[in-house]
């Protein structure tokens, strides 16, 4: 799909690219598969140090790359590196070390959100000020998940989601470019031609695409009429080309990895992997749903790509990484019997044969 969406770019430079991003992914993804998931518990706190390092940086004139109006890259000579895609991952990990370390007292205020929403809110404001929203509301939306999976009170969690809401509102309401954004939604036939030009143009491809689609490298939509079509919205190239059946094809697929990732997650051994499985899932899943549901006009324009498909290399590495991680907790839940209590001892791999053969 990505070389076919770059059919109006000389080369076939997507394609490349991709492919070296594909392949570091896929071997981080085996990498990590065969790692011990609960050694991240190690690395959780210092890497979402360094994830915040790197947030800073990139905003930083002359360090951060400047791109459509937003400061989210760091420029490594033939590709671009987007610190937010570590953020996502590492405050996963942060919130699942959490969650571990205090999993009695997690029901309390200090440590059910107190204390883990001040580096929730750091790591959100950052993001914040490249700016970016989608990733923020992303990113907001799964820790509230994970905060209410590791035990915290509902109580706590509503308030400070509710004024989130409103702090964005208020920001998007003073900001005429999202606000642009939002009344194309709203009103897209009196903006097609306008702010809406894409999601009017990524509607026209899916429509034009029926049942079975123009063929494959046949769609027209993608010859300067809608932006950003390998990236973003690279779900309308595969609705004109491959048609409904492919569209829906890709939405059972993610559905597939929902249901999968949350039954890993819920029968991890340990309350780590419970947590940092649940993350994971969340994160996956929603951003397909925002990104499919920006392309079909559905939700308003987030300019978040759909996982494992839209080009880009930090998005699909880290990605990739993640469903290592997912495998890992799969294939450690049975080593030595679920671990629901925090304050047992870890289990030793090296002591597997002096166990009972669980078949």
Known sequence: MLYSAGMA??????????????????????ALTIVDYRW??????PLLAFALVLLLLVLIPGIGLKLNGARRWFDLGPMNFQPSELAKISLIMALAAWGQLHGRR?????????????????????????????????????CCILLFVAGSNWKYIVPPMAMGAVLIGVSIMNDPLRMKRI???????????????????????????????LGLGNGRQKLGFVPEQHTDFIFSVIGEELGVIATIG????????????LYIAWNA??????????????????????????????????????????YGGSSLVMMLGSVGILLSIASYH??????????????????????????
């Open 9 to 30: 770019q000389p080369g076939a430079r997507y394609l490349n690219m991709q492919l070296v991003w594909g392949g570091l992914g896929l071997i981080a993804c085996f």
């Open 40 to 45: 991240f518990r190690k690395i959780a706190f």
């Open 106 to 142: 997690m029901s309390e205020f200090k440590y059910g959100l107190a204390l883990p929403g001040g580096a929730i809110t750091v790591t959100l404001g950052l993001i914040f000020l490249e700016p970016d929203y989608g990733t923020t509301m992303l990113l907001a939306s799964v």
């Open 183 to 213: 009344m194309a939604f709203l009103h897209p036939e009196q903006h097609r031609e306008g702010v809406g030009f894409q999601s009017y143009q990524a509607m026209l491809a899916l429509g034009s695409g029926g049942t079975t689609g």
């Open 250 to 261: 890709v939405v059972i697929a993610f559905m597939a990895i929902v249901i999968c990732g």
């Open 269 to 310: 051994r340990d309350r780590f992997g419970m947590i940092l499985g649940t993350g994971i899932t969340f994160l996956i899943g929603l951003q397909a749903f925002i990104n499919i549901g920006v392309v079909t006009s559905a939700l308003p324009n987030k300019g978040l790509p759909l996982p494992f498909i839209s």
């Open 334 to 359: 049975r080593v030595n019997g679920p671990e629901h209590n925090e304050h047992e001892p870890d289990f030793i791999p090296e002591q597997r044969e002096l166990l009972p053969d669980s078949t």
